[in-house]
């Protein structure tokens, strides 16, 4: 399956050339202030394109989805699927995601490292074939300033126990590219760069997961 990945846009999206696929995953960061409007005119973009599976979580800037998270979902149009500590299935291969990261400045989707946040990677299930979370996980594409792991140990950690064939995120948007945490393939797929330019291009890439 040939899988796109999008992360950090804030609402750049219509700048982008996004290369044809199957899913198309977006790890959130859709906005800049999460309004209403905003959303809807993203999603709107999102929904035009051809891929015919797709799949979104929100960002730290995502705010809606989190102060009013019943007015946000009714503005994701039929056939896309947003997912928030939840998952779907996807011609067999199971997607799980999450917006939620390690406290970073006074933004959505905040908890504490440690048991706080724990509590949302538990939930990840065994067998997630396509993990999509917002931030990455500790030492791996997580770098601020050019020196400091900022991902999250537990996410690390619970990576390591799922071993997902495929992990998607951005947020730290200096990390963008392309690791391995083990057997699992990390894409941190950040279009903006620390400026809030949108410089990278989106990476697809193609993997064969044996659904189980």
């Known amino acids: 399956m040939r899988i796109v990945c999008l992360s950090d846009t804030h609402g750049h999206h219509r700048t982008l050339s996004v290369p044809d696929g199957d899913l198309l995953v977006h790890a959130g960061d ?67 995601g999450s917006p939620v990261q390690p406290t970073f400045l006074d933004y959505a989707f905040n908890r504490r490292r440690g048991a706080d946040i724990d509590r949302h990677w538990a939930k990840i ?44 995120f951005g947020h730290l948007h200096e990390g963008h590219g392309v690791d391995l945490l083990g057997s699992t393939l990390l894409v941190n797929a950040a279009i903006c760069n620390d400026y809030g330019r949108p410089v990278n291009a989106p990476i697809a890439v193609n993997i064969t997961i044996s659904p189980t």
């Not at 537990?154 to 799922?162: I, K, S």
């Open 30 to 96: 859709l906005t800049n202030t999460g309004s209403p409007d905003e959303l809807a005119d993203v999603l709107g973009w999102f929904a035009r394109l051809p891929h015919r599976h797709k799949v979104f979580i929100a960002g730290n800037h995502d705010w809606l989805f989190e102060v009013e998270p019943a007015a946000a979902v009714r503005l994701v149009p039929p056939g896309i699927h947003y997912l928030q500590d939840s998952g779907c299935v996807i011609e067999g291969l199971k997607v799980w």
């Open 125 to 168: 299930p065994a067998g997630t074939d396509v993990l999509v979370t917002h931030g990455p996980p500790h030492g791996k594409r997580d770098l601020v300033g050019g020196t400091e792991h900022a991902g999250c140990e537990m996410l690390r950690r619970r990576v390591l126990e799922v071993q997902p064939g495929l992990h998607v």
